[in-house]
């Protein structure tokens, strides 16, 4: 009787949350995979089932299969740049953390995370910029003749990927030193003794240590990278503030053809083929990262 009391205050303690986690999570999850087999144009009540009509039309739209290609090579391009320089970056900075610098290296790494991504992303403009930009200027001193990298389709990507990348770059250190700490000192000492020299000793040890945390980071980083959005508004953006068209991403046809086509069935089949991608991912990852005894 009274483990069933405990149980039943525990559950109604919990179920004002549960409640807003359903009413904002849940519930806009499930009238997107509603309205992905309507039609509707926002405007009006009527609302006609079409099966998977939406569904047949996206991979025919090269508008979609533009922006789903360049949404995966920016996710794929921050994955591969943030988990190896964000696991060697907490590396040097655990294996110095005695020094007096450490608080000043961990909070320089972590800063373009919080920093706020409008104004970010508008100096990173300025940096690419091909005429004032002083990334131009430096290729110009060095010999190399200067870019168009916000006009060039290629080029615009590569930026989006460089903008992305340094702002994920704070979160995933600062995991990757928790795990760092959380590694027994026991098993480096034990390597040291056997004649393991450091970069062996984290090749060997930490990297497949710290693979739970690895599993986190990629996954967190993909899901992040899939929904790319306002560092390729801006980034493409021309000087009226208007979308430029050289880095198409899935977030910005998704909301072009909601708002500005007034299409928001076609725009919520595009949401679940992107929730179903990230989900696909997500389970590809674990599999990958999993261990030997059947733990991520």
Same mark, same amino acid.
């Given at each position: ?7 039943? *205050? ?9 409640? &807003? ?23 009006? +009540?009527? +609302?006609?089932?079409?099966? $998977? ?10 508008? %979609? ?10 996710? %794929? ?5 943030? !988990? ?8 040097? !900075? ?15 790494? *972590? ?10 992303? $508008?100096?990173? +403009? ?14 110009? *001193? @060095?010999? &190399?003749?200067? =870019?168009?990298?916000? %006009? ?8 989006? &990927? ?10 995933? @250190?600062? !995991?990757?030193?928790?795990?760092? +700490?959380?590694?027994? @000192? ?20 930490? !990297?497949?240590?710290?693979?739970? &945390?690895?599993?986190? @980071? ?12 306002? =560092? ?13 068209? =050289? ?38 990852? %674990? ?10």
């Amino acid at each position: 009787m009274l483990r069933r009391k405990r149980w039943l *205050f525990a559950l109604m303690a919990i179920l004002p949350t549960l409640a &807003i986690f359903a009413w904002v999570r849940v519930y806009p999850i499930w009238e997107t995979l509603r309205l992905s087999v309507h039609k509707w144009d926002i405007l009006s +009540k009527n +609302k006609p089932f079409i099966g $998977m009509a939406n569904f047949q039309e996206l991979f025919r739209d090269r508008l %979609f299969i533009e922006a789903l290609t360049n949404t995966a090579i920016i996710a %794929f391009g921050v994955l591969l740049v943030t !988990i190896p320089l964000s696991l060697v970056l907490a590396a040097l !900075i655990h294996y110095r953390s005695r020094s007096r610098l450490a608080a000043f290296y961990e909070t320089s790494v *972590f800063i373009p995370h919080v920093v706020s991504l409008v104004p970010a992303a $508008m100096a990173w +403009k300025w940096i690419f910029d091909a005429k004032l930009g002083p990334l131009n200027a430096l290729l110009t *001193f @060095v010999g &190399i003749e200067p =870019q168009a990298w916000l %006009f060039d389709p290629v080029l615009s990507i590569i930026c989006v &990927i460089v903008l992305c990348s340094w702002q994920a770059l704070g979160y995933a @250190v600062l !995991i990757y030193l928790v795990g760092f +700490k959380s590694l027994p @000192v026991s098993l480096y000492e034990a390597a040291k003794l056997d004649g393991a020299s450091g970069p062996q000793s984290f090749w060997f040890l930490s !990297i497949p240590m710290l693979k739970p &945390i690895t599993l986190y @980071v990629s996954v967190v980083t993909l899901v992040s990278g899939f929904n790319v959005y306002a =560092q390729a508004y801006v980034l493409a953006s021309d000087a009226q503030g208007a979308p430029g068209r =050289q880095v198409r991403v899935l977030v910005l046809d998704m909301l072009e053809n909601s708002f500005r086509n007034y299409r928001v069935g076609y725009a919520a089949s595009e949401a679940v083929v992107l929730l179903l991608i990230v989900l696909l991912l997500t389970l590809v990852q %674990f599999g990958l990262l999993r261990d030997k005894g059947g733990r991520a």
